[in-house]
Antibody, heavy 126, light 107 residues
Framework: EVQLVESGGGLVQPGGSLRLSCAASGFSLSDHYMDWVRQAPGKGLEWVGRMRNKANSYTTEYAASVKGRFTISSDDSKNSLYLQMNSLKTEDTAVYYCARGQEALGPANFYGMDVWGQGTTVTVSS | DIQMTQSPSSLSASVGDRVTITCRASQGISTWLAWYQQKPGKAPKSLIY???ILKSGVPSRFSGSGSGTDFTLTISSLQPEDFATYYC?????????FGGGTKVEFK
């Protein structure tokens, strides 16, 4: 079964750090672009960032709101994706989802974020 | 950045109604648009990509149309399981942006 499972959420003070994990099963992460998307309480979806696949050198893109503070990485041996979050702010409080994207470069190869994890909750508060 | 504006932000409808949700991009995005459905407490589900192509397993009562800046998601005959929030998302460039969402509620 194709599945994504996030973990690592929790309560952290402003200015603190947290690392989220996203474990994939049923497919190889290295074949796909992978996205992080978050949802603040009662709000809509916000794209956080993307890691392209191995064929595209695992390059990354970030939303302006997290650029320089968040870093996406992966570990092929564990078939897992990570989101390292530093200098956390109260406005980073959200449910964080990882989602599977395309397998090749360009929008013509994007078929929607077709597999999502269940989400992990991050609360930034003093 | 390209902004995505959905309307309405919410609507009330009955089972069997035809429902139309609009998504407008701040600049042309060709047909690089996806639609998602999200139910409370659940992860989003992919419905449509390339503005009009249904994902496998999505009921045919869902349809998408549009190109350039104006797009629509239509549910031809609303079913009880369709009460949810719907989001559009462009993917022509970075940052990827979602619309603000349209909540479809029971009348």
């Amino acid at each position: 079964e194709v599945q994504l499972v996030e973990s690592g959420g929790g309560l952290v003070q402003p200015g603190g750090s947290l690392r989220l994990s996203c474990a994939a099963s049923g497919f190889s992460l290295s074949d796909h672009y992978m996205d992080w998307v978050r949802q603040a309480p009662g709000k809509g979806l916000e794209w956080v960032g993307r890691m392209r696949n191995k064929a595209n050198s695992y390059t990354t893109e970030y939303a302006a709101s997290v650029k320089g503070r968040f870093t996406i990485s992966s570990d092929d041996s564990k078939n897992s994706l990570y989101l390292q979050m530093n200098s956390l702010k109260t406005e980073d409080t959200a449910v964080y989802y990882c989602a599977r994207g395309q397998e090749a470069l360009g929008p013509a190869n994007f078929y929607g974020m077709d597999v999502w994890g269940q989400g992990t909750t991050v609360t930034v508060s003093s | 950045d390209i902004q995505m504006t959905q309307s309405p932000s919410s609507l009330s409808a009955s089972v069997g109604d035809r429902v139309t949700i609009t998504c407008r991009a701040s600049q042309g995005i060709s047909t690089w648009l996806a639609w998602y459905q999200q139910k409370p407490g659940k992860a989003p589900k992919s419905l449509i990509y390339s503005a009009s192509i249904l994902k496998s397993g999505v009921p045919s009562r869902f349809s998408g149309s549009g190109s350039g800046t104006d797009f629509t998601l239509t549910i031809s005959s609303l079913q009880p399981e369709d009460f949810a929030t719907y989001y559009c998302q462009h993917y022509i460039d970075y940052p990827l942006i979602f619309g603000g969402g349209t909540k479809v509620e029971f009348k």
